[in-house]
C-alpha cells in the first residue's frame, strides 16, 4: 500500500521561510501528480500546489510567488517550499495524490 509521510513545519515568524517534505513509497512520483493542501480552523482544505508526473506546476493565488513545489524522483520526495510566510497561512498541511493523504504537519506563523 502506497504511504506518505510527511516532516518539517513548525513555527516561524511573518516573513519567515519553512519546507515541507513528502516522502512517498514506490514509483509513485513517475506516474501521478502530487498536491499540497492546507486546512485552517474552521476552513474548508484548500489546494495549495500541485506538481505533475511531467513537472508542470500550479499555485493557488494566495501563495504564488511566495511557494514553490519541487519533487526529487530520485528520492521519492515532494517539497513545499514556503517562503515569506504571513500569519493567514497557518494551518495544517498535507501531501496527497490519487486518494492518499500524508498524516498533516502544523505550520504556525506569528505576527
Known amino acids: 500500500q502506497v504511504q506518505l509521510v510527511q516532516s518539517g513545519g513548525g513555527l516561524v515568524q511573518s516573513g519567515g521561510s519553512l519546507r515541507l517534505s513528502c516522502a512517498a513509497s514506490g514509483t509513485f512520483f513517475s506516474i501521478y501528480d502530487m498536491g499540497w493542501y492546507r486546512q485552517a480552523p474552521g476552513k474548508p482544505r484548500e489546494l495549495v500546489a500541485r506538481i505533475s508526473s511531467g513537472g508542470s506546476t500550479f499555485y493557488a493565488d494566495s501563495v504564488k510567488g511566495r511557494f514553490t513545489i519541487s519533487k526529487d524522483t530520485a528520492q521519492n520526495t515532494v517539497y513545499l517550499q514556503m517562503n515569506s510566510l504571513k500569519p493567514e497561512d497557518t494551518a495544517t498541511y498535507y501531501c496527497?495524490?490519487?486518494?492518499?493523504w500524508g498524516q498533516g504537519t502544523q505550520v504556525t506563523v506569528s505576527s
Open positions: 496527497s495524490s490519487e486518494g492518499t
